[in-house]
């Protein structure tokens, strides 16, 4: 590319101009009308979720490209639907933009978000473009799901299992060693830059989905059980501390989580604290793995079949408290709470 065209500002081709470069990321034959028509399969719901991303809050030129920018906006919005036990259909783009903003950074940001989408058989099928004092994306994705296999966050019952579909922590380490290099020096390069790569390559969990409907159309192995059932869970793109007590919320139970079966990346140790491993595990968040609370029997098959990485973290039980406990006892007993997390207008 040469200097003139990376240069090139938003401002100098207005929107028209703008879209028709972009245009090129999304697929012709849906494009083109007022709205996208999308299909889905017989006897399935339709999923809808939308993310709104904000440059300085989500993302920053300091620690993501706008490739990275852009797969990790897709993925959110994949992962909400995953959370949901839905398949992708689409996404669009609401696009705020500054008038300084290079129609290169733009085309990146694109680039990144089709690269995300296109691992999972899904496009970019609209959008909007409109000048922003900052540059702000708003994704809305569509998904489809049977009713049978809808997951919710309500349907958790006391002695339900608590499933995590991998380790946490992950993101927010490798965005503490983006801002910070000089951390982690102990760390092998392979382990640094896998990381990073956590923080900027987040991968949504729609692989689970499948392991999870096979689990369940297995012979069921709980006597006087009727199978499937109800499957309650969330996502941990706010933390894996939030996503529990989401959860509970929701279903009007409490929670016991067991600090030592959390997972966490097996380089934690060799550079963070004790303190710094449960911080980043419980409230680190974007980690984008799924929380699921299922009966012991389904919970022990699903952590079988994912492999390294998920685990049983704990159990749904009755009131309403979420503690978080160590069988060992070296640790005294902790009430989690949402305050304890980032929140948008937490004081």
């Known amino acids: 590319m040469n200097s003139e065209l990376s240069s090139l500002q938003v401002k100098d081709i207005g929107e028209q101009g703008l879209l028709e470069r972009l245009q090129r990321f999304c697929p012709p034959e849906i494009i083109g009308d007022d709205a996208a028509v999308l299909v889905t399969a017989p006897e399935q719901s339709l999923v809808v ?11 920053s030129d300091v620690t993501t490209s706008p490739e990275d920018a852009g797969w990790r906006s897709a993925a959110a919005n994949l992962s909400d639907l995953a959370a949901m036990g839905a398949s992708p259909l689409g996404i669009t783009v609401g696009l705020g933009l500054p008038g300084e903003v290079r129609v290169s950074w733009v085309e990146r940001l694109y680039q990144g978000m089709t690269e995300c989408l296109q691992k999972y058989n899904t496009s970019i099928v609209g959008g909007d473009i409109v000048r922003s004092p900052v540059t702000t994306l708003a ?14 966050r309500s349907a958790a019952v006391v002695g339900d299992a608590i499933v995590v579909t991998g380790v946490h922590g992950a993101s927010r380490a490798g965005l503490e060693l983006l801002l910070h290099p000089e951390l982690g020096k102990n760390l092998k390069d392979a382990e640094r830059t896998a990381l990073i790569r956590a923080h900027q390559r987040p991968q949504p969990r729609l692989d689970v989905l499948p392991i999870l409907w096979k689990i369940l159309a297995s012979p069921c192995p709980m006597p006087n059980a009727q199978c499937p059932m109800p499957i309650s869970g969330m996502d941990s793109s706010d933390g894996l501390a939030d996503a529990i007590i989401q959860i509970c919320r929701a279903s009007g139970v409490g929670a016991v989580l067991e ?21 980043y595990a419980l409230y680190g968040g974007e980690d984008f793995e799924l929380v699921l609370c299922l009966p012991q029997e389904l919970a022990s098959a699903l952590v079988q079949h994912l492999g390294e990485g998920a685990a049983i973290v704990g159990r749904i039980t009755a009131g ?3 503690l978080l406990h160590d069988e060992q006892k070296k640790f005294p007993d902790q009430v989690l709470s949402l305050s304890q997390g980032f929140q948008h207008f937490g004081q």
């Open 49 to 59: 979720t939308t993310d709104v991303l904000v440059d300085g809050v989500h993302f």
């Open 139 to 152: 994704i809305t994705a569509f998904g489809q799901v049977h009713p049978s296999q809808i997951i919710r």
């Open 259 to 279: 600090r030592r079966q959390i997972p966490v990346p097996k380089t934690f140790n060799h550079w963070l604290t004790p303190e710094q491993v449960l911080e």
């Open 320 to 322: 309403t408290t979420v």
